[in-house]
């Protein structure tokens, strides 16, 4: 392959279509009659050797694997399914790669038109919005813009914060459920409201409980569920009025 | 109608559209036969000719009023954002398919570019070069993307003969050489009889 003389970016193409073609072109190959032994190793090789640059390139390893998927396929005998599928699929990717190339020439004919058009107007113009993006505003330019805009326009930015979860409702909770069980599941506990901040308030509970001898928990081997169990059935807990009394001088203690 | 009048209607007509109008459609407003109106226009363009910073244009299958290139820079400095609307080659890849394939769906575009494509399309919709009409039969509905008018202006094409038709396109000894036809086939052949012509009537009918 004469590439081997100057360095071929990855992202110099658009997609594993596109390096299949111009690999074909390079060898001068029939896109119809792709000697895909000969194509696989030199996209194989032309990936290798870019590994890394392969950070977002799946769909670049995904034609890999379909290559050489069809290309053992045909070493099988003939008459075999998967020789058979193999074939079709060579068919669909000749297809692909036609379609590609037609689609890559009208996109070089409109890119040439839309260049010779520039100087010509009409009252009714489409909107005047920049389609070529990337030679514009990165990341980095549009966060200075945002960092600008929050200097020059010198303002307290509300908060927005979600619902507000309480020790005190979280362990009114636990104890309400006592009254018809003996033992909750904490998995159980935490459908009901599947978020971080109510995970952190529901441990908070439990210890508390444990701590305030209300409760045990209980775990068969590590990660497994932990079940919270009532000492005394949980009506000799103390009344809730007194318990959130005695919240309160233990959150603040 | 007569002559004169009839010049003078297609002049109105054309310069308050402010875009292209089909041949069709003036005919139908001036109960004129297309062979007359196209006979009109052509003695417009001639009076028109050299005398006027306008010309008549046909573009996308109709007529509009286009500003002769001399003027541009006069045009940019009266509105300077007329001169932004650049084009990037991933804009250009999405419109060719949109052109041969329509209409087609995004998942289409994105299986044909081997690439997403949803914020360029979402540009092009943005800029009227494409739009969204109806929906394709099958699994989740998805919305099918036509060609829209100002398309054929942003690129000067008259008529379908300006572009290569799908066959003519990506080299013809390969073409030759090809057992069957590819599925878009019938799509493409189906666009370049009466796509072009077909966007200009639509345009008419969703602004209405």
Redesign the interface.
């Known amino acids: 392959m004469n590439g081997k003389n100057y360095i071929v970016r990855l992202d110099a193409f658009?997609?594993?279509?596109?390096l299949l073609l111009w690999l074909i072109q390079n060898n001068n190959m029939?896109?119809?009659?792709i000697e895909i032994s000969k194509i696989t190793a030199q996209y194989l090789t032309f990936i290798g050797a870019r590994t890394a640059e392969l950070d977002a390139a799946a769909?670049f390893l995904s034609m890999a694997t379909l290559l050489m998927r069809i290309k053992s396929s045909l070493m099988l005998p003939k008459e075999s399914p998967e020789y058979q599928e193999a074939v079709e699929q060579q068919?669909d990717l000749s297809?692909?790669l036609?379609?590609?190339?037609?689609?890559?020439?009208?996109?070089?004919?409109?890119?040439e038109?839309?260049q010779?058009?520039?100087?010509?107007?009409?009252?009714?113009?489409?909107?005047?919005?920049?389609?070529?993006?990337?030679?514009t505003l990165s990341v980095f330019e549009l966060a200075d813009i945002f960092a600008n805009l929050i200097r020059t326009h010198d303002k307290n930015f509300d908060t927005i914060t979600g619902p507000e979860i309480y020790l005190e409702d979280v362990k009114a909770d636990i104890l309400e459920r006592f009254k018809s069980a003996d033992e909750i599941k904490i998995s159980g506990m935490l459908q009901a409201f599947p978020s971080k901040l109510y995970l952190a308030v529901l441990i908070l509970a439990i210890l508390d409980l444990a701590h305030d001898g209300i409760a045990s928990l209980r775990q068969e081997k590590p990660f497994a569920e932990i079940y919270l169990t009532s000492i005394n059935g949980g009506k000799q807990a103390l009344p809730r009025e007194e318990n959130y009394a005695q919240e309160v001088t233990y959150g603040n203690s | 109608m007569e002559t004169a009048e009839l010049k003078k209607t297609i002049e109105a007509l054309l310069f308050v559209s402010g875009k292209g109008i089909s041949k069709k459609k003036i005919s139908e407003i001036t109960e004129t036969p297309q062979e007359k109106i196209s006979e009109t226009v052509n003695a417009l363009k001639q009076e028109w000719n050299s005398n006027h910073g306008v010309f008549i244009e046909e573009i996308g299958g109709g007529y509009q009023i286009s500003t002769r290139p001399e003027y541009s820079p006069a045009i940019l400095k009266l509105y300077p954002w007329k001169g932004v609307m650049r084009l990037s080659s991933s804009a250009a890849e999405v419109l060719s398919i949109a052109l041969y394939k329509q209409p087609v769906t995004t998942a289409e575009i994105n299986d044909i570019r081997g690439v997403d494509s949803s914020g360029v399309i979402a540009t092009l919709l943005k800029n009227n070069l494409i739009k969204y009409s109806g929906r394709k039969e099958g699994p989740g509905n998805p919305r099918l993307i036509r060609i829209n008018e100002p398309f054929y202006h942003i690129f000067g094409i008259r008529d379908v003969s300006d572009i290569p038709s799908w066959q003519e396109l990506g080299g013809a000894e390969e073409e030759t050489e090809s057992e069957g036809e590819t599925p878009g086939d019938e799509i493409a052949e189906e666009t370049e009889t009466n796509g072009v012509s077909d966007v200009l009537e639509d345009g008419e009918e969703s602004e209405i």
């Open positions: 658009e997609g594993p279509l596109d029939d896109i119809y009659d769909d068919r297809e692909k036609m379609e590609w190339k037609k689609i890559k020439e009208s996109r070089g004919i409109l890119l038109k839309h010779s058009r520039k100087n010509f107007f009409r009252r009714d113009e489409p909107a005047a919005v920049e389609i070529d993006k990337k030679s």
